[in-house]
C-alpha cells in the first residue's frame, strides 16, 4: 500500500514538474518574441536596460494627444507593438505611455525631446509630433561619442506615409544597417510625398491653368 502511495507522490510530482516547466517555457518564450516595454504593471515605468537599440514612440503635445479618438490610439499602439516584436529581442521599442494607462505620456515625451536637443542639438517642436526616435543607447544616460539619435516626425504624414516609415525603420533595425541620415531623407520624402498626396486636386488645378496659359501665349505669338 505504501509503495503505490509513495509511486503516486512520485507520479504527481513529476506531472508538476513538467507542467511547471511548460508554464516558464511558455513565458520565456512570450518575453523573448515580445520585447516591446508595454506591458509593464501599472504604476511602474523603468525602461530595462541591456538592449543594442532603443526606439521610442512619445508625443510632446497635449492637443495631439486629446484630439485622437480611442480608435485611433489603440491603432497606433498596435502598429508600435507590432514594430516591437518584428525588430527582435536585442532591439526595445518603448510606447512611452502614461504610468497608470496606456495614454501617451506628454511630460516625459517633452523630457525626452528636450534630451536629444541637449545631447544632439536635434530641435523638436512640442507642437509637432507624435515622434518616432531610435537610439543606439538606453533614453536616460548620456550617449557615448560612438552613439547616435534618428528621428521620424509623424505629423505632416499620411496614414500610408506614416505605416511606410514604421516599416522602412524596421527594415533598417532587423538588417543591422540604420543611418541617421537615410531616416532623415526618407522622413522628409514622406513628407513631400504627403503633402503632394493631400492637395493632389490644388496641383491638379494649378497645372491646368498653367496649360491653359501656355495656350493662350503661343496664340499670342
Not at 525602461?47 to 508625443?59: M, R, S
Not at 532591439?91 to 515625451?109: F, H, I, K, Q, Y
Request: aromatic content about 12%.
Amino acid at each position: 500500500m505504501r509503495k503505490k502511495t509513495t509511486k503516486s507522490y512520485t507520479l504527481c510530482f513529476s506531472l508538476l514538474l513538467i507542467l511547471l516547466f511548460v508554464i516558464c517555457g511558455c513565458a520565456l518564450k512570450k518575453i523573448s518574441s515580445a520585447p516591446m516595454y508595454i506591458e509593464a504593471p501599472r504604476g511602474k515605468y523603468e525602461i530595462p536596460k541591456g538592449y543594442e537599440t532603443y526606439t521610442l514612440f512619445f508625443a510632446t503635445s497635449y492637443s495631439y494627444v486629446d484630439s485622437l479618438s480611442q480608435d485611433d490610439m489603440k491603432q497606433m499602439k498596435k502598429q508600435i507593438k507590432r514594430f516591437g516584436k518584428s525588430i527582435g529581442g536585442k532591439n526595445l521599442a518603448v510606447w512611452v505611455r502614461n504610468p497608470d494607462s496606456d495614454t501617451l505620456n506628454v511630460e516625459l515625451g517633452k523630457t525626452y525631446a528636450d534630451r536629444l536637443y541637449k545631447w544632439y542639438k536635434i530641435n523638436l517642436n512640442y507642437s509637432d509630433g507624435p515622434y518616432l526616435v531610435f537610439l543606439t543607447h538606453h533614453p536616460d544616460i548620456p550617449p557615448t561619442e560612438k552613439d547616435f539619435a534618428a528621428v521620424i516626425n509623424f505629423s505632416r504624414k499620411t496614414p500610408r506615409c506614416v505605416v511606410e516609415a514604421i516599416e522602412y525603420l524596421e527594415a533598417q533595425i532587423r538588417r543591422g544597417c540604420v543611418s541617421k541620415y537615410s531616416v532623415m531623407v526618407i522622413n522628409y520624402w514622406l513628407d513631400i510625398k504627403s503633402f503632394i498626396a493631400k492637395n493632389l486636386e490644388k496641383i491638379r488645378v494649378l497645372e491646368g491653368i498653367r496649360v491653359t496659359v501656355e495656350l493662350r501665349l503661343k496664340r499670342i505669338d
